[in-house]
Nanobody, 119 residues
Framework: QVQLVESGGGLVQAGGSLRLSCAASGSIASINVMGWYRQAPGKQRELVAIIGNGGITNYAGSVKGRFTISRDNAKNTVYLQMNSLKPEDTAVYYC?????????????WGQGTQVTVSS
C-alpha cells in the first residue's frame, strides 16, 4: 500500500507565498513522475506542474514563472513553491505520483490540501 500525504496549504493574501509538500510512504520500489494538480470549485482538476525522477519539469502556463516544483528522491517527497499568488490560484491542490509498489506501477493521489488566496 502506498500513501501520499500533503501539507502546507492555507490562507494567504494575494502576492504572498506558500510551500506545499507531499511525502510518499509505504511499499515503494521506485517513483517515476510526481506532480501537483488543482481543482477549483465548479471546475475540472487541472495540471499545475510535474517533475520526472531526473528533474525534468513541466508547468501549466498560468503558473510558469511563479511556481517551482522540486523533489527529494531520498525522501520520496515532492514540493511546490508558490510565489506571487493570485486569487485565481485558490483551489484544492492534489499530489500525484507514479509509483512502483514492488508488484506493479500505479498512479496514486493525495487527499488534497486547500489553498485560499484573498484579494
Amino acid at each position: 500500500q502506498v500513501q501520499l500525504v500533503e501539507s502546507g496549504g492555507g490562507l494567504v493574501q494575494a502576492g504572498g507565498s506558500l510551500r506545499l509538500s507531499c511525502a510518499a510512504s509505504g511499499s515503494i520500489a521506485s517513483i517515476n513522475v510526481m506532480g501537483w494538480y488543482r481543482q477549483a470549485p465548479g471546475k475540472q482538476r487541472e495540471l499545475v506542474a510535474i517533475i520526472g525522477n531526473g528533474g525534468i519539469t513541466n508547468y501549466a502556463g498560468s503558473v510558469k514563472g511563479r511556481f517551482t516544483i522540486s523533489r527529494d528522491n531520498a525522501k520520496n517527497t515532492v514540493y511546490l513553491q508558490m510565489n506571487s499568488l493570485k486569487p485565481e490560484d485558490t483551489a484544492v491542490y492534489y499530489c500525484n505520483a507514479n509509483v512502483n509498489d514492488r508488484v506493479s506501477w500505479g498512479v496514486y493521489w493525495g487527499q488534497g490540501t486547500q489553498v485560499t488566496v484573498s484579494s
